[in-house]
């Protein structure tokens, strides 16, 4: 059974600070990771995905790396602002796992003035 | 062009009532999602459909819980006698049709169920 893991749970930097989010999961035949940024009362909003045959994906100052032999991705963001403030899921698409992403907890991140 | 649409935002019903969730996907995404997230914790699977395909159900909790779809358009989640443990915010996503399991997906706001 696919399991997804984030640590930091809870993150607080000032603004301005690069920084890297982690997430891990136990089955390395993924067909995919995708991360999203939740807000408070809000959906989720799409922020990259990475195939399973990618190392790594960039939007703006979003770069999302994959590692799957050891089960590893980070996401980094850089030079943060305190509008990046949300909370982070990654969610990892197993192959044989039928038609669900399997998500973490999430990273609350903060980032303040 | 317009995102995911789900109504109501926010439901509060008696226990045992019955409610009725509404998710409009992306015009042209075929496949289309509901998701559970309990306060506190990461969001649970329920059920997916794709096209006109016998829908994945692995996910739903217990035969309280259906979900239908019309064509490749509106769905609905259907919780009959709620229990207060239904509480959560229901989530309908959608994504594209051509690589359904390499297209991300996209998320509506979710409907905040509270059962009291």
């Known amino acids: 059974k696919q399991e997804v893991t984030q640590i930091p749970a809870a993150l607080s930097v000032p603004e301005g600070e690069n920084l890297v989010l982690n997430c891990s999961f136990t089955d390395s035949a993924i067909y995919n990771l995708q991360w999203f940024r939740q807000d408070p009362g809000k959906g989720l909003t799409s922020l990259l995905l990475i195939q399973s045959s990618q190392r790594e994906q960039t939007s703006g100052r979003l770069n999302a790396s994959l590692d799957k032999s050891s089960g590893r991705s980070t996401l980094y963001i850089a030079a943060s602002q305190p509008g990046d403030s949300a909370t982070y899921l990654c969610?990892?698409?197993?192959?044989?796992?039928?038609?669900?992403?399997?998500f973490g907890t999430g990273t609350q991140l903060k980032v303040e003035l | 062009g317009a995102g995911v649409s789900q109504s109501p935002s926010n439901k509060v019903t008696e226990k045992g009532k019955d409610v009725e969730l509404r998710c409009d996907p992306i015009?042209?995404?075929?496949?289309l999602y509901w998701y559970r997230q309990r306060l506190g914790q990461g969001l649970e699977f329920l059920i997916y459909?794709?096209?006109?395909?016998?829908?994945?159900k692995s996910g739903l909790p217990s035969d309280r819980f259906s979900a239908e779809r019309t064509g490749e358009s509106v769905s609905t989640l259907t919780i009959q006698r709620t229990q207060q443990e239904d509480s959560a915010v229901y989530l309908c996503?959608?994504?594209?049709?051509?690589?359904?399991?390499?297209?991300?997906?996209?998320f509506g706001n979710g409907t905040r169920l509270t059962v009291t």
């Open positions: 015009s042209g995404h075929t496949a």
């Open positions: 969610a990892v698409r197993t192959t044989g796992g039928g038609n669900k992403l399997t």
């Open positions: 996503a959608s994504s594209e049709t051509s690589r359904p399991y390499n297209s991300p997906l996209h």
């Open positions: 459909f794709q096209g006109n395909s016998a829908p994945d």
